[in-house]
């Protein structure tokens, strides 16, 4: 019940393209699910989170959808560029818990 | 504006030798200190957390350990490296009473032989 899953493991977009990545949970008490950038080498950097009580939000060209009913969340990234490729974690959390329960990644690949 | 360090960024040890990685913050006070371990390829795994001097929680047993001896300070430690303990270490913070938005280092690459 405290695990996130994540899809796909990995993913090739062409430049310009949207990048879709998922993630599932089953705990409903989460409350905050924030999405990681990693790239190789580096530490994870926040790049967009959301709370429960809205269904989407946008920065940029990085967009998270949620679905509180399917107990799910994606982010979308528009017009995707090379300097995009990285890994990408989803995590979730319950406030006041002090831990974040990771997603296992998806390393994605745009092409130039 | 909130910096963290971590140092060394490489290490290359004996199996059986001991291991000290320090991890600072800079421009906060009594943040929540996390270390984190990733295997290659893997995501990430919560070792321990902090939400004070002296106050240490660990996630995973093991032979790892981690103390908190100043604010702003974690560091993890080991008496004697085994080889599954090669991985990249993380060190994250967040603001005091809060545990929302983590804030990652830089990591170290440790390399047990």
């Known amino acids: 019940q405290q695990q996130v899953k994540q899809s796909p493991q990995s993913l090739i977009v062409q430049k310009g393209g949207i990048s879709i990545i998922n993630c599932a949970y089953e705990?409903?008490?989460?409350?905050?699910f924030p999405w990681y950038q990693q790239f190789p080498g580096k530490g994870p950097a926040l790049l967009i989170a959301?709370?429960?009580?809205?269904s989407e939000k946008k920065e940029g060209r990085f967009t998270i959808s949620f679905n509180k009913s399917a107990k799910q969340f994606s982010l979308h990234i528009m017009d995707s560029q090379p300097g995009d490729s990285a890994t990408y974690f989803c995590?979730?959390?319950?406030?006041?818990?002090?831990?974040?329960?990771f997603g296992t990644g998806t390393r994605l690949k745009v092409l130039a | 504006s909130q910096t963290i360090h971590q140092w060394p960024a490489t290490l290359v040890q004996p199996v059986g030798s001991p291991l000290s990685l320090e991890c600072t913050v800079e421009?906060?006070?009594?943040?929540?200190l996390y270390w984190y371990r990733q295997a290659a390829g893997r995501g990430l795994q919560l070792l321990f957390y902090?939400?004070?001097?002296?106050?240490i929680s660990s996630e995973v047993p093991q032979n790892l350990s981690a103390s908190r001896p100043q604010d702003r300070q974690f560091i993890l430690s080991s008496k004697k490296l085994l080889l599954s303990d090669s991985g990249f270490y993380l060190c994250?913070?967040?603001?005091?009473?809060?545990?929302?938005?983590?804030?990652f280092g830089p990591g170290t690459r440790l390399t047990v032989l």
């Open positions: 994250a913070w967040s603001r005091t009473l809060s545990t929302d938005t983590q804030y």
């Open positions: 705990n409903t008490a989460f409350d905050y």
């Open positions: 959301i709370r429960p009580d809205v």
């Open positions: 995590a979730a959390s319950i406030s006041g818990t002090y831990k974040y329960i």
């Open positions: 421009g906060t006070s009594n943040p929540n």
């Open positions: 902090s939400v004070g001097i002296g106050q």
